[in-house]
């Protein structure tokens, strides 16, 4: 029985940082263990020029640590107005790795999104030529599709027509909750791979409903039953490099994920290494960690791996915080609801 795992510093290909007092207090969370992450641009106003992302990046990186190790890998909000030769220009700069694809209504701050495809096909013809990736939120945000169908019916209805009229657009489809999504990844052979987040192998809308309403773990994409579960830990600990780590990590402030209408998301930043060791090993898989954790992710984006390496050891009972201080309110840390003996050793 492994008692030590030792892999290379793992990437976030996804992850919410916000701004301001938040971003202050929650950077230093995700820069502790991971090397790089995909940031993702739904600020208010959201990132939606070379210029935002650089402005943005630079108060990343003034938020962080002294001596920190951190790569912010910037990314721009798609809108209708968005212009291709801008999201070129920013690519081409190394500014910018990937642009993202919001719904309109779909998620948090998602307003200025996108409501007709054909007003972006510019932008997607562009992004094909130059090699960069398409970020998905995969919802449509009709209300007339049930919150626990809207990841299929966007698979259909939207994504796969965007990807036969550009065939050479790369594309992420992130934080999948779904068989549907793990099964139209598994399909596909090229320009195309998923994201899933911790809390999503960890939890299904049980954990949200049963006994309770439970704010901490609502979510959008919402967590699903448990066949898509059981589905998202299979992709996730196959080896399958089109599957890989974005933690989707999300800091909302207590009182607005504890409200009458709260805020959706999960903020994992803290303690996802420890909980993805414990699933891994769960699923007698934490050989194939790393591939998730630290390579696959990588390679699609077409970096280097890491040649820095992190260690986990497994032991008593690891103790987290409970929640994160920032200077508007507190933010709590994620449950996984079961103890973590894996630590990573800093």
Known sequence: MKTTLTLRRPDDWHLHLRDGAMLRAVAPESARHFGRAIIMPNLVPPVVTGADAAAYRDRILAALPPGADFTPLMTLYLTEETDPADVAAAHASGLIWAVKLYPAGATTNSASGVRDFDKVRPVFEKMAEIGLTLCVHGEVADPDIDIFDREAVFIDRVLDPIRRATPGLRVVLEHITTKDGVDYIGETEKNLAGTITTHHLVINRN????????????????????????ALRTAATSGDPRYFLGTDSAPHLDPLKENACGCAGCFTATNTMSVLAEVFEQEGALDRLEGFASLHGAAYYGLPASTETITLAKGSPVTY???????DGPVTVFDPGFPLHWRVND
């Open 207 to 230: 954990h949200i409903l049963v006994g309770g309403i439970r704010p901490h773990y609502y979510c959008l994409p919402v967590a699903k039953r448990e066949t898509h579960r059981l």
């Open 321 to 327: 915080p409970d929640k994160i201080e920032t200077k």
